[in-house]
């Protein structure tokens, strides 16, 4: 995330997400039940629903929304980078890349019409829908209480979690051959992530930046999460443009992430504090996967997490988000599939997408959780005194990693899963 879309505000660890709701109080829920198996038989697979968000006959770039539902507040009308990225590899997975570069163009242009910058960076967020000529828009609201039109602080900065998974999806374009464009935006994201490496403690590169141009907020934690991330976005790299510069970070990333193994715990550290030493003990799903996805040999190096996360975030045949276990996160749930599909255990595969399948919308989507609300572990960046939490929203972070399951694609590796042996 993984943020709302995947809203890294973790102290010490990363976004997911991505993937993070910004405001309790912005959010009208709606709870429901889940769809019966008979239903969610019958509806179409994740991969066409996918496909069917961006229209039929349409062209020109295009961002997704990454909560279509959400009321009037900061997740409304906003596509956050991870979402959509997500959504261009799962795409891709899919067979349908023409679609896909729809939302790679949206990356393109972000890169070339930011309203200030132009080095590298992409934001967390942006406006959903087209996007026009002139500046890439930003989502936001008006809010009647300051009686002015707000912009979302976590959106406007730049994670460089969700910055390798744009490159991801820009490379896994790159390996359709559809345009060059696509492997150049990507070595200029990676350009700028760069400048995220860090000397403190076991390396690997910090959180990225909080906040509104032209001064934001440096962050200075780093996440396994993010790095987990960089390490394949960097492979990926390096293996298209033979330039040793990307296999280098790659390898400093890497090196991170092996660092914050806990053989007591038998789990990673969710990453550091802002010292970027002191470990972050925090148990979150994604940074437990993600590494035995991305780093090579690692499903038999790190296999033994997969009993901590059994033991710790197991719920009703799916698993949460983080502590206490109170609600099925779909995602992450979609993940552990992908997951299991490596460890060639295609029972489990099929028990956690029929636990995928139960959180469908009416509409075909999926929810992004099967609860009211769970939690992360974290807090919000935007607002410290509240925690970050997960809501049953339909999620298109969700529905791209139902696709991916569907697929048994690797979004770290662009490849079909090929079994661990």
Known sequence: MTGAGRVSAKPGSRRRGGRWLLSCAA??????????????????????????QLGTGASGPLFLASYPTAEPGPLHDAAFLYDNAVAVVALVGCGRPDLARRIGDALLAALDRDRFWHDGRLRNGYAAGPVDAGPVKLAGWWDDAQNRWLEDRYQAGSDVGNLAWAMLALLALDRTGADPRYRTGAERIGQWVATQRDSRGDGGFTGGT????????????????????????????????????????????????????????????????????????????????????????????????????????????????????????????????????????????????????????????????????????????????????????????????????????????????????
């Open 27 to 52: 959010i009208a829920l709606g709870l429901g039940a889940g769809l019966s198996p008979a239903r969610a038989a019958v509806l179409p697979n994740a991969c066409d629903v996918l496909a069917s």
């Open 210 to 421: 909080f906040g509104h141009e032209p001064t934001p907020t440096l962050v200075r934690w780093k996440s396994v999460e993010h790095n987990t991330d960089l390490v394949a976005a960097f492979s990926r790299l390096a293996a298209v443009t033979n330039d040793p510069r990307w296999r280098d970070n790659a390898v400093v990333a890497q090196r991170f992430v092996e660092a914050m193994w806990d053989p007591q715990e038998r789990a990673f550290a969710a990453g550091t504090g802002d010292d970027g030493v002191s470990r972050n003990p925090t148990l979150a799903l994604d940074a437990q996967i993600w590494p035995l996805l991305a780093l090579p040999g690692a499903v038999a190096r790190f296999d033994a997490v997969l009993a901590t996360v059994e033991r710790r975030l197991g719920f009703q045949g799916g698993f949460a988000y983080g502590e206490p276990a109170d609600g099925v996160w779909t995602e992450g749930t979609a993940q552990v599939a992908v997951l299991s599909r490596l460890r060639d255990d295609e029972a489990q595969a099929a028990t956690l997408l029929a636990t995928v399948a139960a959180q469908r919308t009416p509409d075909g989507g999926y929810y992004a959780t099967s609860t009211a609300s769970i939690p992360t572990g974290f807090v919000l960046a935007t607002d410290p005194a509240k925690p970050r939490l997960y809501y049953h929203l339909p999620h298109l972070g969700a529905l791209a990693w139902a696709a991916l399951a569907e697929r048994g694609f690797n979004p770290f590796t662009l490849a079909v899963v090929q079994p661990a042996r």
